[in-house]
């Protein structure tokens, strides 16, 4: 009997070692993972009930902001403006985030940085959370809202990028889900996002939507044809003559200027009136195959540009050995880039050479403090134009710019370029250019790409108004 209960003892006291040695377990050497499985009930309960910071715009107002919502105290997060959605994203306690909530969730929920441990005892002692920080963004909101309703009802991307400091003022992306009720339609968006991707409302087409150039890649060749020693008087034979493109179909193989140039003959006003004659001829002459794919790279259409701990994209960069120049001259060939490329390719022009070191967020403040703290970043990027050509591609811009604008500011340089995608093919408009301003050595870069429009002219159209807000910007 004695031995019977000496062997009942001791499996009970093996089995409290096991319990014991799998609690050790569980709770120290897998501690961490557990706190961070997704299907970890404790953790989806604390996200739920955790008071997120806000997201402010570049003067103090709220853009993104947490309320409890029910008797249980679960966070609701609300967005009081629909049109900031493509510069600050979603959060979703079920679905994740996008863009600025996902870039800085780490500062949104006050884990960035060293912690302050008299804050974080002083709210132990108090049993309560320590709340996340908030997030001071660069978006003006005046602007972001102008820039998103331009865009209309159409498809396509806007960028406004303040030079030399790199701060985004306004980033559009069309169309673009409701953040208030994102958990409600996300089967919905997450049906249009896998069956046909470049539609999704999911995609932020400013930083990641891929198009293709079309005559938007004029600036880019004039610079590169600039710096091959190439000048803007430089007599352009035939300059109205249409190009061919017997590659495309017969509803967009002829391109003609996209304005008459009158009686004008010089490569200047070609660019300024979007003809594409003299870019058709030089890629192959001046410019080598070779050539057009080094200036791709130095002008960073190769690489996904750099954003503040944020994500880009970039388009389709394998250009085959013996690609079509005809179609590449035109930015109907193999090259895509994404407007986000495109507004630093601006910015290197207006900034001497040297694109800014782009952002959407600049400073993080605890909750319990009144001071902005802010976020280390670069200020400039590599230079990737040539010096030398740049006042030239201003000039050229200039006067592409009273081109384009029958009531035209001084201080206004732009482009329109338009492309075809798609099957039938669709007609895209691109307006890239930006506005000087009164302080020395600063700009404005804006950037327009509508998708599906009637008429080539639909991204200058939309850039008007907003070229006009921008001479009056004041930081």
Known sequence: MTRELNNLALAFMLGFCLVALSSAYWSILQHDDLLTRSDNPRRIAAEQTFPRGMIVDRNGLAIASSRPRGSEGIMQRIYPYDEAVGA????????????????FDDVLVGEYGAPDEWRVLW?????RETPGYDLRSTIDLRLQVEVTQVLGNHAGAAIVLHVPTG????????PSPDPNVIDLNWDELNALDTQTPRESPLLNRALRGTYQPG?????????????????????VPDISRPVILPELSSQVGVWPCLFSPGQSTELVDAFAHTCPRP???????TLSAADYRRYLSQFGFMDSPPLYRME??????????DLNVQLEAMGQGQLTITPFQMALFVAAIANNGSP?????????RPSDEVEWRPFDIPFHSPVTLPEAVIPDIRQALRLSASVLFDD?????????????SGVPPRVYSWFQGFVDLPDDGAAIVLIIVIEGVEEPEAAADAAAPILARLDDWRD
């Open 408 to 420: 035209v500011s001084p201080t206004w340089h732009g482009h329109l370029g338009t492309a075809y």
């Open 312 to 321: 880009t994209g970039r388009g389709n960069t394998r250009l085959s050995p």
């Open 88 to 103: 600050i994203g979603y959060y979703s306690h079920q679905y994740g985030a996008d863009g600025l909530e996902a870039a």
């Open 123 to 127: 709210n132990d002692l108090l049993d």
């Open 215 to 235: 005559t938007a890649i004029q600036p880019a060749l004039m610079v590169a044809m600039l710096a091959e020693g190439e000048a803007l008087t430089q007599r």
């Open 356 to 364: 800014p070191y782009p952002h959407l967020a600049n400073a993080y």
């Open 279 to 285: 870019f058709v001829s030089t890629l192959g002459t």
């Open 167 to 174: 701060q985004i003022l306004a980033m559009s992306s069309q």
